[in-house]
Each structure stands twice: as C-alpha cells, then as structure tokens.
C-alpha cells in the first residue's frame, strides 16, 4: 500500500535562511509526487509536480527514487512562505494520498 | 465556475442525525474527489466521480455514507446517523483527468455533537 511521510509536523526558521520540508514514501509502481501548500484561511493549492520539474515562488523539489524522498527545498524563505505544507502521492492515477503535513513558520 | 465550491461552509448535527455536503467541481472537469480530514491531520480519500459514475470508493466507509454525482447537479455525500467520529473537514475536489492537478473546495466542517 502506499503511504506519505513528512516527519516534521512543525519547522520554524528566520527569514533568510535554507528551508528543507521532507517528505518519504512508499509505493510499489511508478510514482507521481505533488507538494500543495495551504496559507491560511486559503484552500488548498498545488505548489509543484514533480514531472513539471519547475520551480515555483523559489520552490524546487526532486524525485530521489532510491531515497524514496521528494524533500522540498527553497535557498531563502520569506515570510510569506508561512503555511502548511503536504506532500501527496497519485495512486495509478486517481486519488491522492497524502502525508500529514508540515507548518512551516518564517520569522522576521 | 472557476472555482470547486463546497457548501455548507459550517454544519453541526446531533449524533444520529443525517448530514448532507454539496460540491459543485469546476466546469469542464470530469472527475470529481471527496477526502476527510480529521483534525487537521492526514486527508483520508472516501470516493471519485468519473462524471456521474462511481470511479473508485474505496475509502468509502461501507456503512452510513454515501455520495451521489448526478448531471446538472452539484456533487453530494450525505451521511446517515452520524457519529462523533464523523467530526472532520471534508474536502471536494475536481480535475480535468484522473492525472491532471486537484484543485480543491474550501471544505465543509462538520461537528457532531
């Protein structure tokens, strides 16, 4: 069965400063990996693919299958990069699952 | 719309009572998904919609809850004799394919009391 882990619930780190969010997982067949991030009192929303391999708002993220890690990475946060953060896994596509999540907080 | 829209924002039901969500997925999308979550923690898939059809409900609890997607109609997962457990955020969400980006509904909270 597949799973997601982020086995930070809580990362706090000062503006300025290299933010690393992990993420693991575990699945059998090929797989598709999503980070979506949630500011508050916003919806859920898709931050990066990693098939689109793109980098999005400083955000970069990379598929390690011998790791079995997607860990999302960004030089310098900002403030505004204040949110919850999940990582998600497309099951054969249809659903997603996804793992806990992590808060991240930026401080001044 | 260009939004998933979900309603109620808010619902509280005593235990017992029959609770009924709506989503309505953005236009142009035929696969529509419903998740739980519980407490802010992991979101737990309950069923997908292919358009009207049932596309895979395998996290559906077999008891007590159902869901519908009927044409010009908006999406509903109603839950018969709820529970206290049943207290969570539920989530919609929409996409063009079963391979393309969710994009998600605000979520309806639902409190049992």
């Known amino acids: 069965a597949q799973r997601v882990t982020q086995p930070e619930k809580l990362l706090s780190v000062f503006k300025g400063a290299p933010v690393e969010l992990k993420c693991n997982y575990s699945?059998?067949?090929?797989?598709?990996l999503f980070w979506y991030v949630q500011y508050s009192r916003q919806r859920l929303q898709l931050l990066l693919r990693?098939?689109s391999r793109e980098s999005i708002k400083g955000f970069t993220a990379d598929l390690n299958k011998g790791e079995t890690s997607f860990h999302l990475k960004k030089p310098f946060a900002q403030e505004e990069d204040s949110a919850m953060y999940y990582c998600?896994?497309?099951?054969?596509?249809?659903?997603?699952?996804f793992g806990g999540g992590t808060r991240l907080m930026v401080k001044p | 719309g260009e939004e998933v829209a979900q309603t109620p924002k808010h619902l509280v039901r005593g235990e017992g009572q029959k609770a009924k969500l709506y989503c309505a997925p953005i236009?142009?999308?035929?696969?529509v998904f419903w998740y739980q979550q519980v407490l802010k923690n992991e979101f737990k898939f309950l069923i997908s919609?292919?358009?009207?059809?049932?596309?895979?409900e395998t996290g559906m609890p077999k008891e007590r809850f159902s869901a519908k997607c009927l044409p010009n109609s908006p999406c509903s997962l109603e839950i018969q004799a709820t529970k206290l457990e049943d207290s969570a955020v539920y989530f919609c969400?929409?996409?063009?394919?079963?391979?393309?980006?969710?994009?998600f509904g605000p979520g309806t909270r639902l409190t049992v009391l």
């Open positions: 990693h098939i």
């Open positions: 919609f292919q358009n009207e059809n049932v596309f895979d």
């Open positions: 969400a929409s996409s063009q394919t079963n391979y393309n980006e969710q994009f």
């Open positions: 699945y059998s067949g090929s797989p598709e």
């Open positions: 998600a896994l497309n099951n054969a596509g249809n659903m997603l699952t």
């Open positions: 236009k142009g999308h035929s696969y």
